[in-house]
Nanobody, 126 residues
Framework: QVQFEESGGGLVQPGGSLRLSCAASGFSSDLIYIGWFRQAPGKEREGVSCIHMSDGSTRYSDSVKGRFTISRDNVKDTVYLQMNSLEPEDTAVYSC???????????????????WGQGTQVTVSS
């Protein structure tokens, strides 16, 4: 069974940084994309970034491009999201998921069956 466990969220001041982790288990991650999504209260879910676990290719949404960096550790089957220059608008629950489509403007949910983690809360506030 596919499982994700996210961690690393918390409270940070505007301009600060956080590093999220998404530990995957239960499947072969070598040939798939994993995506980070976020959802703020009262807003639709938004695709943030995605990475191909084999070749390391990445995509970002325009809202985070230049501030966030996605990476992976294939030995640990873990995907990371380094978030810099955080803004109050980045406040949301961040979750990782697969399978997804990794479009030029970030990840999209297109498959009927998508596996999600439980999410980790990121709050950007002074």
């Amino acid at each position: 069974q596919v499982q994700f466990e996210e961690s690393g969220g918390g409270l940070v001041q505007p301009g600060g940084s956080l590093r999220l982790s998404c530990a995957a288990s239960g499947f072969s991650s070598d040939l798939i994309y994993i995506g980070w999504f976020r959802q703020a209260p009262g807003k639709e879910r938004e695709g943030v970034s995605c990475i191909h676990m084999s070749d390391g290719s990445t995509r970002y949404s325009d809202s985070v491009k230049g501030r966030f960096t996605i990476s992976r550790d294939n030995v640990k089957d873990t995907v990371y999201l380094q978030m810099n220059s955080l803004e109050p608008e980045d406040t949301a629950v961040y979750s990782c998921a697969t399978p997804i489509m990794c479009a030029s403007d970030g990840p999209r949910v297109v498959y009927k069956e998508t596996y999600w983690g439980q999410g980790t809360q990121v709050t950007v506030s002074s």
